[in-house]
Structure formats: C-alpha cells, structure tokens
C-alpha cells in the first residue's frame, strides 16, 4: 500500500512555494478564490489517482481542525 | 394509440367458491409483473396475474429502456416493437449556467441486434405486453383483484382477493409481488423497506411540440438528451430534457425542498415554467406529476413461498434509468428459476440465488442512483461548490467529465460471487467472467446471438462442436467478433444460463465439468 508523503517534498524552498500559492488567489474575492480552491482540489486529486492515498489524505485533513 | 384494458370478469373459480391451486400468481399487472408472467409461459407454465386496476396507468413515467432490457423482451416477443417504436438518442448534452459544459455520445457499440438505449413511453411499452399476454393461453390476466389477505403454510399460499362481487380465496404453490413501491404485498409480509428518502421535489412534464417548433435549435429529428445545472431560466436547481416517441418530451424539473406542491400543479403555472425553458409557447401539456423519491429496498427479496421483484423490492431516483429497467430484470432473472423450481429441475436453492443476485443487483443501483442524486441536489454549500468547480472544468479539461453525473446509464449487475457459478479454473484474458452477462453478437449465417440464448441452458462451443447430453449447444467460429467479446480461443466453452449470465467457462471442453456446472447452476451443488 501506498504511503502518503509525510515529510516535506516540495521541490526547491517550501516558502516559495508557499509564496507561489499565495499569490496565485491575489486579486479573487473570497468566493472566487473558495471556487478556485475547489478547482485545484479536483485537478490534484485526479494527477494523485491512487484512491487510499487521497483517503490518506482525507483523514489527515481533518485531524486539524480545532 | 388505444391502450388495451384488462376488464373485471367473475371466474368459475369465484363463482365456485372452490379455490383452484395455481402453480404461480402474480400479483400487479406492471412492466415487471408482465414481463415474467410472458417469460414463464413460455416456459409452459400456466400462470395468473391479478391487479387492482382493470387498466394501464396513466402517463408515460419509465422512459428509457436499456439493452440489456431490450433483450429481455426480445425473448418474450415485444423487443423488436419497443425497439422500433422507442426513440434512439444518441447525444447526450450537459449545460451548466448560459454554457454548455460538455457532450457525450452513446457511441453504440457496433454488432449488437439492440441499441444501448431506447426511450419510449411507459404506458406504450405496457401496451405491447397487455397484448402480448392476451394472445398467450397460458395467462389469465384478471382485473379489479386486489390482494388483501395473504396466509402461507408448508405447501403453498392462500390469497385473499377483494373484486366488485366480493372477496375469495386462491391458492398458489408460489406468489410474486410485482405491485409497486407501495406494495400491499410486502406489508402483508411485514417486510421492512428502508433507505433514504430524498427532500427534493421534482415536476415532470409531457409535453408535444407544435409542428415546425424547434426551440433552442433542437431538432426533433435527431432526439438529445438535454440536461442543465443551474440554468438562467430555471436558477440553483436542474432540468432534463428527453425524448419520446410520437413527438412526445419529457421534462423533469427541480423544484427544491421548499417547493408549494399544491401551487406547482397548476397546469398555467407549468406552463410557464416550460415556456422559459424552451422559449416558445408552441406546445401542449399532456401529462404532469409532481414528485420526490426514494432509495431504498426491502430487506428481503422472498419470504418463504412469496417473492418481490420491481419497486416493490426496491426504488431508486429516476436519474439513469433503474427503475424499471432493473425490475424488467428481475423478472429476468426469477423467470426459469421459478420455472425449474415447479418442475422440479432445480433445488429451492434457486430461489435463494434470485434473492441473493437481485440483492445485489438493487444495492448496486441504489448507489448509483444515490449519487447521481447527490451530485444533482447537492447537500452542503461545499458539495455545490465542488460540483461547480467540476462542471467548471470539464468544460475544458478531460479530467473533470467522469466527475459529471447526471444520471449513469443502466447497466447489468455482474454477480460474480454467485452461488450458481464456477469459478474459472483455466485464466481467461478477458470476456465475461461467470456471473456476467453474455453479449451479444452477430452470426455468420445471420441472426444474432442473443436471439438464440434461452429458454433454457445453453453451451457456447467455440471452433468446433461438442456433445452434452440434454444442453443446446451453439457452435461458433473459434476466431472473429464473438470470439474476441467472449476472450474465447479456439477450444473454448462456456455454459450460458437461460437469463443470458455466464455460469462456468474453460478453455478445453470437459463433459463431466459441464455436468457439474449445469448442476451448480440448478442449485444442486454435487
């Protein structure tokens, strides 16, 4: 089975990607960028395919929240 | 068309006052209750079939008819007539807002004798096997019977029937409930149907377009299917369009959870709604029902001498077409086992089979059916924005389209852990594994294929012929079309039940496994 990435993987320095991100949504509203993150989710999980790695995922998404 | 109607006539027997024992009774005079009454005369079963009513429902509900189906009722005699009556629709389009987000074609595949997908109404497909079950000898179709008593003992069952002159009693060796969502059968059982029940109300409109009306450049020529989320002219909620036959529509609206059902039925009102919709005002309303629905099955599909099929085991929402097209099937299913049960060919494991494949088959369904519903009426703000960002996309990416769901088109359950089946002992690169539906495919000296599985077992011998001692076989050629749709090499055979399901496949013929099989498959594991 396949194991979800627990350690940082992206490539080059995670701030610029964090950077990156960021900037990505710069000048959406608040509903639009909601919508643009709904869109980058289903195009990420879909290049990630594997079903119990996105389930992995799913869980690990929710032990965050207070 | 007239629809044949099914009057009340008091029989010998009622008069009599003296019950005669029937082998089966069918109680409701639906799709499904029809279509097995006709598969089990063919099997020279004398059979009765009992309805409340003395006619056929009104209005066209079912619409669509899948191939699977299609071939069902080609073995009973009225497949070729629905096929050519029905529509065929081809171009599926799926708006989302002002665009269109994308189109799918049904692409059929090619060498089939039936199409994937006809749509014709529900009450000219009832038509066909009121008919068909008039011509039949072998069936009393009694109307203005309603069942009110049901009473089992070891040998069969007693039902009590109420009719415009009084109650009487019949008794039949087997009973099966064919009488709807609500049926009075299954709470007579005390059997439990449960699932989930869906808030959202929809309307259905029938509507016929004046001659020359083509709204929004839809040509009625060339049917779609037409379906819309979120539409400017109906805001947040659905709308589909289908075709049918004699020019006939169907439009299924979204109304919401909130929606005034007493206000939603006002005919000016309904109008209105599909004169947005199709921006003229050239057509007439000739049927509507509001409506909501349902997902959900009886716990379990027999109770001793008494079986369900169609709604009344089961209920999905309209959305791909289960419905009807899984209670046809059924019927399908149950017909030669019950048939081998009375004639004392097959063990009572048979019918324990039927419940087992059909449990599956209604679990199957209902969660298609859930989650086209769920995508079409979605529940959070986060699951309409997902939804969203799926149409969104799918307008210009591939990878979002499967996403879409408007409704999956109906396709044979694959019972591949049915009792009734052998398991592969040789590997097979690919065809139908045993407990699934054997295709079809054309024959070299014309015909099909299909047309010449049933009524009873069948051996498929692939290059050249072999000898069972009571089974048809049919030779074909070891290489070509059917050979590839079975992953069949020269050598091969495969043991075909008598509702078209692979029971056991090997690559070199072995009488005695066939035997074994065949017994198997008879519900009498040796």
Known sequence: MNQLTLTPNFAGEADAFYAELIAAQAGLSDEQAADWLARLTLILCNHIGDRELLRQAFALAHQHHD | ?526
């Not at chain 2, 009454?37 to 020279?44: G, T």
């Not at chain 2, 019949?170 to 299954?186: E, L, N, Q």
């Not at chain 2, 049918?244 to 009102?269: H, K, S, T, Y």
């Open chain 2, 1 to 526: 068309m007239d629809l044949p109607r099914y009057p009340y006539h008091q029989t010998l027997e009622q008069r009599a006052g003296q019950p005669q024992r029937r082998p089966v009774v069918i109680v409701g005079a639906g799709p499904v209750g029809l279509t097995l009454a006709l598969d089990l005369a063919k099997r020279d079963l004398p059979v009765v079939v009992i309805d409340d009513s003395d006619r056929i429902g009104e209005g066209s509900r079912a619409v669509c008819w899948a191939k699977k189906t299609l071939e069902v009722f080609d073995r009973i005699g009225v497949g070729e007539a629905v096929a050519r009556e029905g529509v065929r629709w081809q171009r599926g389009r799926v708006f989302h807002g002002e665009r269109e987000a994308y189109a799918f074609d049904l692409l059929p595949e090619p060498h089939h004798k039936m199409p994937a997908m006809v749509n014709l109404q529900q009450d000219q497909v009832e038509a066909r096997l009121v008919r068909a079950v008039q011509l039949d000898p072998r069936i009393e179709l009694r109307g203005k019977h309603e069942l009110i008593g049901l009473e089992q003992d070891g040998e069969g069952a007693t039902l009590t029937v109420r009719t415009p002159d009084g109650l009487f009693d019949m008794r039949a060796d087997w009973v099966v409930a064919c009488d709807g969502a609500r049926s009075p059968t299954r709470t007579l059982l005390g059997l439990g149907f449960h699932g989930q029940v869906f808030e959202d109300r929809f309307l259905i409109a029938d509507v016929r377009l004046a001659p020359g009306v083509r709204p929004r450049g839809l040509d009625p020529a060339r049917p779609e299917r037409w379906f819309w989320f979120d539409p400017p002219f109906h805001r947040g909620q659905s709308v589909l369009l289908h075709a049918q036959a004699d020019g006939l529509w169907r439009i299924d609206f979204q109304l919401g959870r909130d929606a005034d059902v007493e206000a939603e039925r006002d005919p000016a009102r309904i109008k209105a709604r599909v004169a947005a919709m199709l921006g003229t005002e050239g057509f007439e309303l000739a049927w509507s029902s509001i409506y909501q629905f349902c997902c959900r099955r009886a716990e379990r599909f027999r109770s001793g001498r008494v079986l369900l099929a169609g709604d009344a085991a089961h209920q999905v929402s309209p959305f791909g077409a289960r419905g009807a097209n899984s209670g046809v099937q059924d019927a399908d299913n149950l017909g030669w086992k019950l048939a081998a049960v009375v004639k004392g060919e097959g063990g009572d494991g048979l019918l324990d089979s039927y419940e087992f494949e059909r449990l599956e088959a209604a679990d199957d369904n209902i969660g298609h059916s859930t989650r086209a519903t769920d995508f079409i009426s979605p529940k959070s703000a986060l699951s309409r924005r997902l939804r969203k960002a799926a149409l969104d996309l799918a307008a210009h990416t591939e990878l979002a389209k499967p996403l879409v769901n408007s409704g999956r088109l109906s396709m044979p359950t694959e019972h591949v852990d049915s009792p009734l089946s052998t398991p592969d002992a040789d590997p097979w690169a690919g065809g139908p594994s045993p407990g699934c539906p054997a295709p079809d495919a054309p024959l070299d000296g014309g015909g099909w294929l299909s047309e010449r599985l049933g009524p009873g077992f069948v051996l498929l011998a692939f290059g050249w012929p072999v000898e069972v001692d009571g089974l048809r076989v049919i030779t074909l050629p070891g290489e070509g079309l059917a050979a590839s749709r079975y992953g069949a090499r020269p050598g091969s055979v495969l043991l075909i039940r008598p509702d078209a399901v692979v029971a056991a496949r090997w690559h070199r013929f072995d009488a005695a496994a066939v035997q074994a099989a065949l017994a198997r498959a008879h519900g009498r594991p040796s």
